[in-house]
T-cell receptor
Framework: GQSLEQPSEVTAVEGAIVQINCTYQ??????LSWYQQHDGGAPTFLSY????GLEETGRFSSFLSRSDSYGYLLLQELQMKDSASYFC????????????FGGGTRVLVKP | NAGVTQTPKFQVLKTGQSMTLQCAQD?????MSWYRQDPGMGLRLIHY???????DQGEVPNGYNVSRSTTEDFPLRLLSAAPSQTSVYFC?????????????FGSGTQLSVL
């Protein structure tokens, strides 16, 4: 099976940088993905790391280290609209098509 | 394209009542799934389907039934609602190819069981 751990809440000011860590335990592993969910909204896909290293998409970057069973989502130049919950997720080789989510990190951006 | 459409958006049930949450997608996605979301617990997989006529259980299947008679539709049935099923329910889909971690979610159904 899998378990994913991420912090429950992070607060930062506009323009700052926030790093959301995700540690996982799986019996097999395809890669690490990240989703964003605004209050009252649906989760939306942000990124996917199949290989070790950093993937950059605009102000957001995602990192994976398979040897450390660890990844993070980096939010740069924070904007008010980035206030949302962020979930890491893994698809386990033993679990086939099932995508398992972490508990989510609520990011609050203050002026 | 409408994407993934869920109905209803809100529903209140009494304990013991039954109902069906509807999910439809117009993207010809083979994979469809149902998640429930409770505060602080992320999204938990209830049931999923890899194609018409094929369904399988997820992490929390008890109390829920599904069927997949067409590629487009994947309804979730609550046979006898319980207060523990109060939650927000999301339907999600993805195509056969591409990144299997990239799901497309519907807007959700907020269900309260009294």
């Amino acid at each position: 099976g899998q378990s994913l751990e991420q912090p429950s809440e992070v607060t930062a000011v506009e323009g700052a940088i926030v790093q959301i860590n995700c540690t996982y335990q799986t019996s097999g592993f395809y890669g690490l993905s990240w989703y964003q969910q605004h209050d009252g909204g649906a989760p939306t896909f942000l990124s996917y790391n199949a290989l070790d290293g950093l993937e950059e998409t605009g102000r957001f970057s995602s990192f994976l280290s398979r040897s450390d069973s660890y990844g993070y989502l980096l939010l740069q130049e924070l904007q008010m609209k980035d206030s949302a919950s962020y979930f890491c997720a893994v698809r386990d080789q033993a679990a086939g098509n099932k995508l398992t989510f972490g508990g989510g990190t609520r990011v609050l951006v203050k002026p | 394209n409408a994407g993934v459409t869920q109905t209803p958006k809100f529903q209140v049930l009494k304990t013991g009542q039954s109902m069906t949450l509807q999910c439809a997608q117009d993207m010809n996605h083979e994979y469809m799934s149902w998640y429930r979301q409770d505060p602080g617990m992320g999204l938990r997989l209830i049931h999923y389907s890899v194609g018409a006529g094929i369904t399988d259980q997820g992490e929390v299947p008890n109390g829920y039934n599904v069927s997949r008679s067409t590629t487009e539709d994947f309804p979730l049935r609550l046979l006898s609602a319980a207060p523990s099923q109060t939650s927000v329910y999301f339907c999600a889909s993805r195509p056969r190819g591409g990144v299997k971690e990239k799901l497309f979610f519907g807007s959700g159904t907020q269900l309260s069981v009294l």
